[in-house]
């Protein structure tokens, strides 16, 4: 069984930093691409950030330039360093590693608020 876990959210003013981190425990060999998503009221979880095994990135475009993901292999880790951060930045956001391109996984999700 493969879990998820995020850490690192909380409440942020405009301007302000943070770094959100994953592990992972289980029994795998190791994920193909670790992803970070994320999910304001109202709207449709959306891609933040990726990266795969052999150091693809992909950003979404309202986090470029501002976001950086960055991963452990060794510890099956994948974290995302947020700053200039805006009320816009404020959601829950999910970890997501993919085992393959039909088995992924999910975190429980960590809240991130910005206050303007």
């Known amino acids: 069984q493969v879990q998820l876990v995020e850490s690192g959210g909380g409440l942020v003013q405009a301007g302000g930093s943070l770094r959100l981190s994953c592990a992972s425990s289980g029994r795998f060999s190791g994920f193909n691409i670790m992803a970070w998503y994320r999910q304001a009221p109202g709207k449709q979880r959306e891609l933040v950030a990726l990266i795969g095994n052999g150091g693809r990135i992909e950003y979404g475009d309202s986090v470029k330039g501002r976001f950086t993901i960055s991963r452990n292999n060794a510890h099956n880790a994948v974290y995302l360093q947020m700053n200039s951060l805006t009320p816009e930045d404020t959601a829950v956001y999910y970890c997501?590693?993919?085992?393959?391109?039909?088995?992924?996984?999910w975190g429980q999700g960590t809240q991130v608020t910005v206050s303007s």
């Open positions: 997501n590693a993919r085992l393959t391109a039909s088995v992924a996984y």
